[in-house]
């Protein structure tokens, strides 16, 4: 019941809200006709704007009354004053909610002072300012505004819920100037009715498209690259559902412009009037019906979890598309341009079809026929086989304990048939069972998603000898393993890494740990994010000592440049052996948490002249890690095959303010693998 009401209150509000942007935005446009004024249908549209105003404060408390209990979590404060005025007081939510509220009151004091005085042109373009301004305060709490308040965030849905207004809202407008033409259905009212409703028209159009555009963008970062939720979750149902009544909605907008208005401009007699009036009438009230169910679903759509958040534990078919997985297949790109080739040739048929005035079917058919030709063409090769865990997301952080335990699960179950580094060691006689897969050089973890992975782990891979493992190894340790093979793929990926960062370039996520050190210190690396770039040395005790002084020397240079160093043994230090280095290092010294650092880092120690793919692979006596301030692994230094590199401090501090003028190019890596 109260989320009935909740929904209610939000879609009650933001119709009214609309309808009052929507009629002032047109009446401003067409008020330059001083006939307007004198309008039956302008007195009748502005007996509704108090209503409206109305409505926006009574459905704005409605909103802070359901907010408030939905909050606690106790329906009681529902209907509770003293708990609505602490969440005004005590919640971001409340205050941005008072915000809307007193713009809300001073719309409604407006249209009640501005209903009493003679009207201009300048009147409504201050009812529409005014009327804004709760939308533009709406967009705060969107989804956008609840991630990031800032421009960049928050203007792409203000301007969209804006465009949604000036095309929504003027939609009582054109019913009110249809009805008035049925009172009178003559060629002189026709007429000023034509010249009325061509200029709703003709800036509907322009509306209409930037709409579009700015809901594909929002809806693009609510969505981000999970474009399969769109037909496996609550939000991308409801989204596809809104874009299939925006579709019948743009048929109905294409009719009414390009055959009922023009029927009526070129109406003769009153018979022939009246048949446009009441098509235009039928069709007008269809539009509007539809665009109140419209705004409906996107009041709803704006409280449903975004599809990039959605958990999708079951796949519900067994197929996918993945055009990054299939693009290097035979023939796949050649198939792909074919099929887009044929979508622009479906297009400018569309086109054709209007410009010469096609008959219906040859004018719908035939682009259908190539549309579905082009589909038939272009989506096979991008086909995958799915699972119902393809889109499972890990339960399991991809660190450094997590990489460290797979690596011993690997160990322990996976090196007899794919070898100690994952290349692949055993060989099949067998014709018809599949050798092992390389785990190492091949990029299977960017080819198939983690949730295909844990399927293949649980239950085994038909014509190979890769066995199930969920009877075996706990849901955990599965993704314990997944993220050990990515940190193996991600390490091998590594080897393009030198000394020498490219700029403008993160691609690899430095694997996140926490650590505690001699000087007291502890922490994770997430903690250095948007402030300090880290530089992770991997050392050998005392073969490493002549480094550790030579930075101990460069410490302050270093940390001017807005870098810490971290150190980490790469065997466990006795008490004496941590005493000498504590004596001259002035930087922590990781003595917790260091050995799944050195496994985790381990995996990306390859440089191209040494690729180290057979055997154990060796490990090399001292490594130096260079992590942006974002998060990324930029730059490696193996002093055992990369020669002097780092032991110019010069050339060090280079790349760390190379690092220091680049702004964010990518946001910070996620927790998990994907």
């Known amino acids: 019941m109260i989320e009935f009401i909740a929904t209610f209150a939000r879609w009650s509000q933001l119709t009214a809200n609309l309808i009052l942007f929507g009629s002032c935005v047109f009446l401003a446009i067409i008020a330059q006709h001083k006939t307007v004024f004198e309008a039956p249908w302008v007195a009748r549209l502005e007996k509704g704007f108090p209503w409206m105003a109305g409505i926006v404060v009574l459905g704005l408390m409605g909103i802070l009354a359901t907010t408030t209990g939905d909050a606690t979590g106790i329906v009681a ?68 505004g609840a991630e990031e308040i800032s421009f960049t965030s928050v203007a792409p849905y203000a301007l969209h819920i804006l465009l949604a207004g000036a095309w929504f809202g003027a939609l009582p407008a054109f019913l009110y100037i ?22 709703f028209s003709t800036i509907a159009l322009p509306v209409m498209l930037l709409l579009a555009a700015t809901g594909l963008f929002v809806a693009d970062r609510m969505v981000e690259e999970d474009y399969h939720a769109l037909v496996s979750s609550a939000y991308g149902w409801l989204l596809n559902a809104k874009l299939a009544i925006l579709a019948i909605i743009l048929a109905i907008a294409y009719q009414v412009r390009n055959q009922w208005l023009p029927m009526l401009s070129q109406a003769s007699n009153t018979e022939q009037i009246k048949t446009s009036i009441t098509h235009l009438s039928q069709w007008v009230r ?18 449903t979890l975004p599809a990039k958040h959605a958990i999708i534990d079951h796949w519900p078919y067994p197929f996918r598309f993945s055009i990054d997985a299939a693009w290097e297949e035979p023939n796949a790109q050649a198939l792909f341009w074919l099929g887009v080739a044929l979508c622009i040739l479906a297009l400018g048929m569309i086109g054709a079809g209007i410009q010469y005035h096609w008959d219906r079917k040859k004018k719908i058919l035939v682009p259908a026929i190539l549309m579905i030709t082009a589909c038939a063409i272009a989506l096979p090769p991008f086909a995958m086989e799915a699972y119902p865990e393809t889109y499972q997301k890990p339960s399991v952080p991809f660190d450094v304990i997590s990489i460290s335990n797979g690596s011993q699960l690997f160990a322990e179950h996976c090196t007899s048939c794919h070898g100690p580094q994952g290349k692949g060691a055993e060989v099949i006689l067998d014709p018809e069972i599949k050798d092992p897969t390389d785990l190492l050089t091949e990029p299977h973890t ?69 650590y505690s050190a001699n000087d007291g210190s502890a922490g994770n690396l997430k903690d250095f994010r948007l402030q300090k770039n880290v530089l992770l040395v991997l050392f050998s005790w005392p073969q490493s000592q002549q480094r550790l002084h030579q930075l101990t020397a460069a410490y302050d240079e270093i940390r001017a ?114």
């Open 77 to 144: 404060d529902t209907w509770n004053p003293r708990a609505w005025l602490e969440m005004v007081q005590e919640t971001r939510i409340g205050h941005i909610w008072l915000a809307r509220e007193l713009l809300a009151v001073i719309l409604f004091s407006v249209i009640l002072i501005i209903r009493h005085q003679y009207r201009t042109r300048w009147h409504y373009f201050l009812c529409a300012v005014t009327a804004s301004l709760p939308l533009i305060a709406g967009s705060l709490i969107s989804h956008s």
């Open 178 to 199: 249809v009805a008035n033409s049925q009172h009178a259905p003559n060629q002189t009212s026709s007429q000023v009715t034509v010249t009325y409703l061509q200029k």
């Open 286 to 303: 269809i539009e509007f019906m539809l665009a109140m169910a419209l705004v409906l679903l996107a009041t709803i759509l704006a409280n």
């Open 446 to 514: 960017a080819k198939y998603t983690v949730g295909n992975v844990f399927h293949w782990l649980s239950h085994g891979i038909s014509g190979t000898k890769m066995p199930g493992f969920s009877t075996k190894l706990s849901e955990e340790d599965r993704w314990d393993l997944i993220n050990y093979l990515h940190a193996l793929s991600r390490g091998f990926d590594a080897r393009l890494l030198g000394s020498m960062i490219v700029p403008e370039n993160p691609a690899i996520a430095s694997p996140v740990f926490n």
């Open 561 to 674: 440049l807005n870098t810490e160093i971290l150190a980490v043994p790469n065997r466990e230090l006795s008490e004496q052996e941590l005493q000498q280095i504590s004596a001259f290092v002035p930087f922590p010294v990781v003595t917790e948490g260091w050995t799944e650092i050195k496994n985790s880092y381990w995996l990306y120690r390859r440089v191209r002249t040494v690729p180290d793919l057979r055997g154990k692979g060796m490990f090399p006596g001292h490594m130096e890690f260079m992590t942006d301030r974002f998060g990324y692994l930029r730059a490696r230094w193996v002093a055992q095959f990369e020669g002097f590199g780092w032991q110019s401090i010069d050339a060090l501090t280079l790349q760390l303010t190379q690092l220091n003028q680049e702004d964010e190019i990518m946001p910070p890596p996620g927790d998990h693998a994907h």
